[in-house]
Structures are given as structure tokens and as C-alpha cells.
């Protein structure tokens, strides 16, 4: 098991490097440089600020840099490879690693992309928690009640409205909502920039329960067909045998059990929130970090880009492992097969 | 939501099609029954015609077929069916935002006509004929990435299943690292990255729009089929055609990748919606497709922009976001039908 975990983690690495490495290659050479403003900066102003955050240093190999060493006379190998790789890309990685994302475009450098994080994380962090916490509790709740009443009408309307969840997107049904209660309601679900500051604030309920429809679609559906499944089983068969009565069997028998495919979707829920968080707080002005993406397309602030690329990936990897391992914890069974 | 999970579900509980040897299970009679029956009737059916005859009796991925099919046939017959140009601005409603035609507003530049039965957008372009444009391009973004990634998923999950060992680990471990980019986001990098480059330029930016949509999706259905290629590798009829000496190329072709094709094409089918939101996301975001302003534009809009453009002001012209808003519910959830109906038809231990 400690291995298993060990292995994980360490898979960390290269997937990061993999993933710094293709955003930082893609922002590069997109179009405009960061201290492209409306008001064009004095040229000595930027050479500056390129030097100040190593932007004049060569973008992934700097062979010059050994060529002149190896003419002073250097020899030593790890002198020429340090010259080798004192470039953009790999004292960014090399900061990546220590938890430093570098200087946001848009603030000149004044702001790093993790203060940034740092403060706008929280609002997206609840969001998903209002989400996953209305995809369970609903979810799994319907799923039961599905399986339980296979075929009747429960079943149908549960099986329709979670096969609506999955197909609409949250994008679509959250501007759908919007609408309704602007329009028939008169109540404006967007709300102002302090409001979602407090830890408690209802400004999170609308949004996150849209957030967490797809999810909870996902999680009814799995809910119901493992119960199926679970149910017909010899130990449940047994339990009912010795004369169990109906609830018992289904809480300690057949959820236990049942719920154990349900912890595998976490993982990819895990990234479909991240995915739609991004929608959902443009959409309802929450200030969190999905939007924060979203306004830095539009400012062209490729390090704050780049930046929540990466903590998003490493947050997606990171929820996998999470869920292998305590997958791992719950069913023996597959222990040692992995 | 992404393709992903239904294939991770599929995964979890895979038995991939293990019904081709057995035609008689899938049929839904039981074994030894259904041997006597083939056996008196003399004329055993195919998996296709039985997964047709499962696919028939669903009534609902039926509706959902027919209503592709008649997307298909609006975004064929733009032209023919939309009432005005979808570029061309009317200078007289400019900037009035007339109402749909049903609706009666005091100002009379803003009454609905049936000369524009889904009222007009900001410049004076008809909402309708841009939402029966808008067609087109859902149809060919759910359609093309998904093509692109089965060719790219499908070699790589056969050649990583069937050689197995050290070359299938590595294989595994590329699209491990793969998987672990977000997909949208990369999507989006790439969008803003090719965005002015002559790729991003092609069609509107459709072209570039096919590539950023399938660079991180072909690892599911690689993953996919790579599981399914390797439990058919160790089936006995996979042997004996090893005994008996047939070259490897032909096993995977013969035997092994027509036994796949179930579970690539319930996987294809569920690629589709999502390749069709993540376009609409992307256009939401202002990074998808070019708007146009050429009259004669094949493309001329999504409904993605439409939605980007209607959010702006569904105070004053509710259809210009309602229209393209009930226009994608309507495409991801027919293509969710007819996908869960082809799993329920050609993988029965799939479905619920």
C-alpha cells in the first residue's frame, strides 16, 4: 500500500514538468508580450522588467552560454550544464517545484500568481464543496430510492432528470436559471463582490447546486446500478434469509458495498468541476479563480494562465490519488491486484 | 460533462462485449435455450441485426435519432431554410433588439414580425437564421474530433493492449500524462496559442477548433480500447489463431478489433455531445470560433457565440440567449440518448 501511495506520488513529477513544460511552450508563443499595455511602456522600462524576471535569458537551451564557458576554459560538467539550462523554462520549472508560480503579467510583476491563487482560491473551493456536497446528498438518496423501486414511476422520473443532468450542460442550465428568476422572479442571483467573501454566504447555494448537477447525475445513475447489482447478490439473498428486515439490509449490506464505485467518480468529478467552475462563476460573478482565468484570456496575462494551469493539474492529479487510495482502504479485494 | 466517465463506468465494470461468442446470451434468452431455438430456426442472427433489433425497441433513442437527423438535414438546407442572411445587419432594427414574433412590445420598432420570427440581435442580424447556421457548426464540431480521436485512440489502445509488456507501459504512461492536463483549459491555451497563426485562421478557426477538442480526449477511448484489446488477447479463439500460425496483424484486425467496435462506438457517441459543449464553452469564452462577417460564410456562427451574445442582453431580447440556449440542450441531450440506446444495444451487461 505504501509503495502503491509512493509510486503515485511520485508520478506527480513528470506529469507536472509534462504540463508546465506544453503551457509555458503554448502561452510563449502566443500572440503579444507581457508588457503589452494600451499605453505603450518606455523601451527601457521593459528591457527592465525583462531582467528583473529573466525574460531576456535564452527560452529553453542556452547553448551560447556554454560555447562562451567552454571558450574561457571550462570544463567542469556541472558548470556548463547549469549555463546550459539557465533559461526561461527551466528557472521557471525549477520555481514551479518550489511553489512559486513567478509575477502576474497584469499587476507589472507587483503581484505572484500563488498570492493570487491564494486569494481566489477559497471562493472556488466552496463553490465545489456546496457542489459535491448537493451531488452526494442528493445523488446518492435518488439513486437508492431508483434501484430499490426498479421500473416504477420513481425510477423513471429519477433515470429522465438524470439523464437531463448529464446532458445539458451547467453552462446552459445555469443561464437558463438565471433567466427564470431574473425575468419571472425578479430576484438577481448575481451579487456583490463582498458578499462572497464570508465563509457562509448564500450567495454560494444557486451556483454551486448548478455546478453540481452534472455530478449528481452521475452519482444517481452509479448509485443505481451498482445497487442493482449489489442486490441481487448471495450475501444480501442471505441476509434477507435469516430474516433481516428490509432497511438494515439495505444500509449495511447493499450501500456499503454499493458505494464503493461512486468513490472512483470523485476523481473525474474532481475535474469536471474545476471545468465548470470555470463557467459558473462567469456566469454568476462569483470572484474566484475560474473567472479569474476567464479575465486574464481577455488581458492576455499569460503567467497567470500558465500558472493556474498547472496548480489545476497538479489539484486534479493529486484528487486521483486521494481516490485510488482510499479506494484502496475500502475494498481489500483489490489491495493486491494493484 | 466529459466523455470520461461513462467510459471509467465502463471500465469498472467491464466484461467488454463478451457476448460475440455467444451470440445466444445477448439476445436476452436464456443459454440453452436460445441454443434450441437457433437451432430449429437454423439461422443464426448477427450481434448487428440484434443490436439493431434491441436499438429498435427504444423508443426514446429513437426520438433522439430522429432528431439528429433532423439537424442534419436543416444544416444541410441552411440556406433554403433560414429566412435571412445570417451576416447581413438590418440597418432600419439595428441596435432595437426586436422581440420574437409572438411578442407584442409598446415600442413598435420592437414588436415581433415574422420577417424575423426569432426577433433581431444588437446589429440587426436575424436570430433565427443564425441559429439554423449555428447548426452546422455544432453538428461538424461533435462530429470531426470525435473521428480524430477514434483514429488516434483506437490504433493506440489496440497496439498498447495486444504487445503488452514494457511498450504498453510505456504507451500507458504517455496517456497517464495526457489525461492529467484539464482539458478545457488546455483547449483554451491552445485557442488563444494558434489563435492568429494560419491553422487558427482555417474555416472560421474550425480547424484549429477540431484540434484543441480531441488533443486530450483520444486518452479515454486509448484506455478504452486498450482494456477491452487486452482480456479478448487471452480468449481461446485469439489462441487458436495463434496456434495456428496467423500473423499478427491479422488476429488484431480479424479477431480482436472487430470485437471492439461495440464499446468504440458507445464511446464515439458520447465523445460527440461533449466535443459539441466544450465548442459552445469555448465560444462562450470568446476564444472559439472567428465570427464572420463574410455574407457568403459557410460558418458564420455558433450557437456558443450566439449564447456569448444573447447573455448580454437576454434583459431586453430573451430568445437571443433562450434560442441557441435550448438549441444545445436539445443537440447534447438527443446525441445522450441515442448514445445510452447503443450501449443498452450492442453491450447489454452495460446498461442498467
Known amino acids: 500500500m505504501l509503495q502503491f501511495v509512493l509510486r503515485r506520488v511520485i508520478w506527480l513529477i513528470p506529469v507536472i514538468i509534462v504540463v508546465s513544460g506544453v503551457t509555458f511552450a503554448l502561452m510563449y508563443r502566443a500572440p503579444g508580450g507581457p508588457w503589452d499595455l494600451e499605453k505603450p511602456l518606455p523601451p527601457a522600462t ?78 472556488s473551493l466552496r463553490l465545489g464543496l456546496v457542489a459535491v456536497t448537493f451531488a452526494v446528498l442528493v445523488g446518492i438518496p435518488l439513486g437508492v430510492i431508483s434501484a430499490m423501486r426498479q421500473n416504477s414511476f420513481i425510477d423513471y422520473a429519477c433515470m429522465f432528470l438524470s439523464t437531463l443532468g448529464i446532458a445539458v450542460p451547467t453552462f446552459v442550465s445555469g443561464l437558463v436559471l438565471l433567466i427564470i428568476l431574473s425575468q419571472r422572479f425578479g430576484i438577481s442571483p448575481i451579487r456583490r463582490p463582498e458578499e462572497w467573501h464570508s465563509f457562509f454566504s448564500t450567495a454560494y447555494i444557486l451556483p454551486g447546486i448548478v455546478l453540481g448537477l452534472g455530478t449528481t447525475a452521475y452519482i444517481t445513475r452509479l448509485t443505481r446500478s451498482s445497487v442493482l447489482e449489489i442486490k441481487e447478490q448471495d450475501f444480501v439473498r442471505t441476509a434477507r434469509a435469516k430474516g433481516l428486515s428490509r432497511s438494515p439490509v439495505t444500509l449495511q449490506h447493499i450501500l456499503r458495498n454499493a458505494l464503493l464505485p461512486v468513490i472512483t467518480i470523485l476523481g473525474p468529478a474532481a475535474a469536471d468541476l474545476i471545468t465548470g467552475s470555470i463557467i459558473i462563476e462567469t456566469i454568476f460573478g462569483a470572484p474566484g479563480l475560474g473567472s479569474l482565468f476567464v479575465t486574464s484570456i481577455g488581458k492576455r496575462d499569460y503567467s497567470t494562465l500558465v500558472g493556474i494551469t498547472i496548480f489545476y493539474a497538479s489539484l486534479i492529479a493529486i484528487a486521483n490519488i486521494l481516490v485510488d487510495i482510499s479506494y484502496g482502504i475500502l475494498d481489500p479485494r483489490i489491495r493486491t491486484t494493484r | 460533462m466529459t466523455f470520461q466517465e461513462p467510459i471509467a463506468e465502463q471500465m469498472l465494470e467491464s466484461p467488454p462485449l463478451a457476448g460475440i461468442d455467444a451470440p445466444a446470451e445477448l439476445s436476452g434468452v436464456p443459454g440453452d435455450l436460445a441454443a434450441l431455438t437457433i437451432g430449429v430456426r437454423g439461422k443464426p442472427r448477427s450481434l448487428w441485426s440484434d443490436a439493431w433489433r434491441r436499438f429498435r425497441k427504444n423508443r426514446i433513442a429513437l426520438l433522439g435519432l430522429a432528431w439528429l437527423f433532423f439537424l442534419v438535414f436543416v444544416a444541410i438546407f441552411a440556406p433554403v431554410i433560414a429566412t435571412n442572411n445570417p451576416v ?189 459543449i466544450s465548442e459552445a464553452v469555448l465560444s462562450y469564452l470568446g476564444v472559439g470560433l472567428r465570427p464572420s462577417v463574410n455574407l457568403n460564410s459557410p460558418f458564420p456562427t455558433s450557437w456558443g457565440q450566439m449564447i456569448l451574445d444573447g447573455s448580454k442582453f437576454y434583459q431586453a431580447q430573451l430568445w437571443m440567449l433562450l434560442g441557441p440556449a435550448l438549441a444545445i440542450a436539445s443537440i447534447t441531450l438527443a446525441f445522450t440518448f441515442v448514445g445510452d440506446g447503443l450501449r443498452d444495444a450492442l453491450d447489454p451487461r452495460q446498461s442498467d
Open chain 2, 88 to 276: 447581413k445587419s438590418d440597418v432600419a432594427t439595428a441596435g432595437t433588439l426586436r422581440q420574437a414574433a409572438w411578442i407584442e412590445d409598446p415600442n413598435p420598432m420592437r414588436t415581433g414580425s415574422w420577417k424575423y420570427p426569432l426577433g433581431t440581435d444588437s446589429i440587426g442580424r436575424d436570430v433565427f437564421s443564425r441559429l439554423v447556421y449555428g447548426t452546422r457548426v455544432s453538428l461538424i464540431v461533435g462530429f470531426i474530433p470525435m473521428l480524430v480521436i477514434l483514429a488516434v485512440g483506437v490504433p493506440f489502445g489496440l497496439i498498447a493492449g495486444y504487445t503488452g509488456g514494457r511498450i504498453d507501459n510505456l504507451m500507458m504512461r504517455i496517456t497517464d500524462v495526457v489525461y492529467a492536463f484539464p482539458a478545457l483549459l488546455l483547449a483554451i491555451v491552445m485557442q488563444i496559442s494558434f489563435g492568429d497563426t494560419r491553422v487558427g485562421g482555417l474555416l472560421n478557426g474550425l480547424v484549429l477548433l477540431f484540434l484543441s477538442l480531441s488533443i486530450v480526449n483520444w486518452t479515454g477511448v486509448a484506455r478504452l480500447v486498450r482494456g477491452t484489446t487486452l482480456s479478448l488477447r487471452e480468449k481461446e479463439y485469439v489462441e487458436a489463431a495463434r496456434a495456428s500460425g496467423a500473423p499478427h496483424a491479422r488476429i488484431v484486425f480479424k479477431h480482436i478489433f472487430p470485437n471492439t467496435l461495440g464499446a468504440i462506438i458507445v464511446a464515439g457517441a458520447f465523445v460527440i455531445p461533449s466535443a459539441i
Open chain 1, 46 to 123: 521593459v528591457a527592465r522588467l525583462n531582467e528583473k524576471f529573466g525574460l531576456d535569458k535564452a527560452t529553453w537551451l542556452d547553448r551560447d552560454a556554454v560555447q562562451v564557458k567552454v571558450d574561457e576554459g571550462v570544463r567542469n560538467p556541472i558548470v556548463l550544464g547549469g549555463a546550459l539550462l539557465d533559461t526561461q523554462f527551466f528557472n521557471y520549472l525549477s520555481r514551479v517545484f518550489r511553489g512559486d508560480l513567478g509575477p502576474t503579467y497584469a499587476s507589472q510583476g507587483t503581484e505572484t500568481v500563488q498570492q493570487v491563487i491564494r486569494n481566489k482560491f477559497p471562493i
